[in-house]
């Protein structure tokens, strides 16, 4: 899962940048509104954190233009306001959730969660597919039970695959949604890490759909 930081304070970016990394995520930061404008509005994200108080650009002037120009991402907005009135700015501008500063990143962590469950339509925690199963709140996996050793990269493509079961994910958007920004995009990692992680849960839970890409699926059932 891909995450947009646009955060004016650079410590606090760096520090949602370590947590949300930390926990699994692909991160990009932008320290001002014209920037983070852009990336959201050329860049596939599963999740955007906004600052309101941006210079250049303030973040409802930028969570208005992306709402404007069809980007649906869920956005979580920051901001050191704590006037009800900036709440209900906020939400009617196409805000999804909003923390008021300060805040505890385990808070931030759980509103993040949330909000990319309910964007692939999950309501729990935990994604099941046959005897496979994430804990979105731990990031483990485990297979009949049994903890499945994974790295950052291999749980990245496992969590994107399970919060879109069901659906035939392309090569072109695994890249786009589990890497940040300057990855080189001509790699051969997503095959590697497919093969790995086939090693690791048995051949039968991602399926390749030839021309198309990857899905996920409990085992024995039908491949296109």
């Known amino acids: 899962m891909r995450i947009l930081v646009v955060e004016d304070d650079k410590d606090l970016a760096k520090q949602l940048k370590r947590a949300l990394e930390e926990a699994g995520y692909a991160v990009d930061v932008a320290h001002d509104g014209e920037e983070g404008h852009f990336l959201g509005d ?41 006037r009800w009135s900036d709440k209900v700015s906020g939400i009617d501008a196409g805000a999804d959730d909003y923390v008021t500063k300060p805040f505890r990143m385990e808070e931030i962590l759980a509103r993040v969660r949330a909000l990319i469950r309910r964007a ?51 090569r072109t958007e695994l890249i786009e949604h589990i890497y940040h920004q300057d990855f080189d995009r001509e790699s051969n990692t997503i095959e590697v890490f497919v093969g790995r992680l086939r090693k690791k849960l048995g051949e039968g839970y991602i399926a390749t759909v030839r021309g198309l890409g990857y899905r996920i699926q409990p085992p024995g059932d039908a491949e296109d």
Do not use: F, N
């Open 42 to 82: 050329t860049e596939p994200y599963d999740a955007a954190i906004l600052d309101l108080g941006l210079p250049v650009l303030d973040g409802l002037s930028v969570l208005d233009r992306w709402r404007s120009q069809g980007r649906a991402m869920p956005v979580l907005v920051l901001t050191a306001r704590d």
């Open 120 to 170: 692939a339509g999950h309501a729990s925690a935990e994604l099941e597919c046959g005897a496979l199963r994430i804990d979105t709140r731990s990031g483990r996996a485990t297979l009949d039970g049994t903890l499945v050793k994974l790295t950052a990269q291999e749980y990245r493509l496992l969590s994107y695959l399970m919060h879109h079961q069901g659906k035939v994910v392309s």
